[in-house]
């Protein structure tokens, strides 16, 4: 179970500056309790492997460790990643912080200029084992894995590109929908969006794409 | 040559029949080839001056397209990936050609030895010296390609291999060359005992050269990171000092401090992460100005996200026109948040525009209603795209345009 009974969800909350913390301690709801905070990667890897919360919220750029940031902590919890879950929350917009964090095992990222509901809600959904994307991720992913049809014939991988419903509902939270209105605007049920946002977060998490690397490489990040 | 500049001196691949000097020059000086060709040939005579001229260019000027150069790849399409350029692949017909005459060099040499008896004996040590000078010396021309070989993550070994059999040859040129007259033993037991010393030499030396090696490497990484951290400290003080000066100025106005930070952020993180296009070459920088100015004027967020990026033109224009019209008449009418989303495709650019407000449909506008009609609708169709207004209750509106394209 990742909440306990009472429907509260337990976070630890890793960032570097202590008024952040402060702040996304302040503005999230009730049903969310704070069980810890950390400031670098080691003590989020040490605080993370003794509490082990069922959501962690976590910042890209963190001192300490080897200097691979956010990345560098779920990679040291790569064992826990089965009951653990890593929500990444970045003021970067940057696309290499964003496939960094994703492809070493986050579950989710939204950037800091989120709402304290819309927090609170993405953490219950990474908590409930559901992928939460903002926007500009559903814009990286589109931008990663082409748009368009000329692209979907290159690779024969079923990891390597979108199937024509993952790619609608990239679009539409892309365009600022919630799952909520995705579902309606596709007449399917909020469970099916919510599979299709997992899905794409496998292949982003796995994909050996020739366009994502080509990509990664148009961007630097290679 | 009127008003066009002259090609940079390059050494073309394509069109060389040695050292592609000729070919260079002529693109350089925009003579026909021909006529360069026949200068260098006729001042061969004049004391070698053209055969010098040429080894001289060849050593000195780099290979490279010139054309290539002169027209760098107008892209913002840094953004997009370059496409792959397939190099002319060509037999290195002149390396060849080089070598067999070495080889032949070196054969003859032999033949003298066994007693064969050549009495220009000392030409061909000469000779043999001279081209492993030239092969360790055209390092030179190849080391710009291998620089960039390295930053690239590859490593060539030829020019090693270069350096190697230039050494190897030039070494064995000039020994036979002193020790033409000795007996055969004699020769390779001081061959030996060079070869030993020199051995020894590199191997005392190594540690010194290395060092050395490695002392250059950081001081070239001290003085890069110098120059970045200057550029960030000016950057900082230009930009970042000078806003918090100003919102401390204003701290009893929020609004102004929110529209001051909202626009230093903005700034900050195109500076830090954007690649930085030329301007008039990137679909979404230009986006990305609209949306910063009605962001400031109107004291909005707009939550942009954009997939692919195209050279803007006339069309393109029309539609960022009515995309800032959208825009605008979301942030005024609709309700927060706003959402934009455009996306180039291969032959489709389409733009949406959401906002949480009531919305309006457009059968409801009156048709004196000159905004959304004109300035959005009737922008998009003039330039054969389409443009719909999306509203349900409790769902907010959604405009959406699209403009075919063509590839490119």
């Known amino acids: 179970m990742s909440t306990t009974d009472s429907g509260v969800v337990d976070v630890v909350l890793v960032d570097d500056h202590l008024m952040f913390r402060a702040g996304v301690r302040a503005s999230l709801d009730a049903t969310i309790r704070v069980l810890g905070e950390a400031d670098d990667v080691d003590a989020a890897i040490a605080m993370v492997r003794g509490l082990r919360p069922p959501v962690v919220v976590l910042d890209v750029h963190l001192p300490g460790g080897s200097g691979g940031g956010g990345a560098e902590v779920i990679t040291g919890c790569t064992d826990l990643l089965a009951q653990v879950r890593f929500l990444a ?7 290499e912080d964003v496939v960094a964090v994703i492809r070493a095992g986050a579950r989710g990222y939204v950037t800091k200029a989120i709402s304290g509901p819309d927090l609170s809600d993405a953490v219950r959904r990474v908590a409930g084992g559901d992928a939460v994307f903002s926007p500009r991720l559903a814009g990286f992913v589109l931008d990663a894995f082409g748009t368009a049809a000329g692209d979907v014939a290159t690779g024969d991988h079923e990891l390597d590109r979108l199937s024509a419903r993952e790619r609608e509902v990239m679009r539409l939270i892309a365009r600022g929908y919630s799952y909520r209105e995705v579902a309606s605007e596709l007449f399917i049920s909020i469970k099916t969006v919510e599979s299709h946002v997992s899905a794409v977060l496998r292949k982003l998490q796995l994909s050996s794409r020739h366009e994502l690397t080509r990509w990664a490489a148009a961007r630097r990040l290679l | 040559m009127t008003s066009v500049g002259l090609l940079p001196l390059r050494r073309p691949p394509r069109g060389r029949v040695l050292g592609g000097v000729a070919a260079g020059l002529a693109a350089h ?8 060709r026949l200068v260098l040939v006729l001042l061969v005579p004049l004391g070698g001056s053209g055969l010098a001229l040429y080894v001289w260019f060849w050593v000195t000027v780099p290979a490279g397209d010139p054309t290539a150069l002169a027209a760098q790849r107008p892209a913002a399409l840094s953004r997009i990936a370059p496409h792959l350029r397939q190099p002319g692949r060509r037999i290195p017909l002149t390396d060849i050609g080089l070598g067999l005459l070495l080889l032949l060099g070196a054969g003859l040499l032999v ?10 004996s000392w030409a061909l040590p000469a000779l043999l010296g001279l081209g492993g000078t030239a092969l360790a010396w055209s390092q030179l021309d190849t080391m710009q390609r291998d620089r960039m070989l390295a930053r690239a993550g590859g490593r060539t070994p030829v020019s090693v291999v270069r350096l190697l059999g230039g050494t190897v040859l030039t070494g064995l040129g000039i ?40 002392e250059l490497g950081d001081e070239r990484a001290a003085r890069a990171r110098e120059a970045e951290r200057a550029d960030i400290a000016a950057h900082l003080h230009d930009s970042v000092l000078q806003t918090l000066a100003l919102i401390r100025a204003r701290a009893s106005q929020p609004e102004d401090v929110a529209r001051l930070a909202r626009a230093q952020e903005r700034e900050l993180r195109a500076w830090l992460y954007d690649d930085r296009p030329t301007p008039g070459t990137s679909l979404a920088a230009e986006l990305g100005i609209v ?6 004027a109107r004291g909005a967020a707009i939550e942009t996200v954009v997939v692919g990026d195209r050279v803007p033109d006339a069309a393109t224009e029309s539609l960022l026109q009515a995309t800032r019209e959208a825009l605008v008449n979301a942030v005024v009418h609709g309700l927060a948040p706003v959402s934009l989303y455009l996306e180039v495709g291969p032959d489709l650019v389409e733009v949406f525009v959401r906002d949480h407000g009531e919305g309006f449909c457009l059968d409801d506008v009156p048709a004196d209603r000159f905004g959304v009609r004109e300035s959005i609708i009737g922008r998009v169709v003039r330039r054969g795209g389409t443009a719909s207004v999306q509203c349900k209750p409790g769902r907010g509106t959604e405009v959406h345009l699209t403009l075919p394209v063509t590839a490119g």
């Open chain 1, 89 to 95: 929350l970045s003021v970067s917009d940057a696309a």
């Open chain 2, 29 to 36: 000086l925009d003579l026909p080839i021909g006529l360069v």
């Open chain 2, 111 to 120: 033949a003298a030895r066994q007693g064969v008896d050549l009495t220009y």
């Open chain 2, 175 to 214: 020994f036979l060359l002193v020790g033409r007259d000795e007996p055969m033993d004699d020769l390779l037991r001081s061959a030996v005992a060079a070869i030993a010393v020199l051995a020894g030499a590199a191997l005392v030396l190594a540690p010194w050269w290395l060092r050395l090696v490695r």
């Open chain 2, 291 to 296: 949306v910063a100015e009605i962001e400031d």
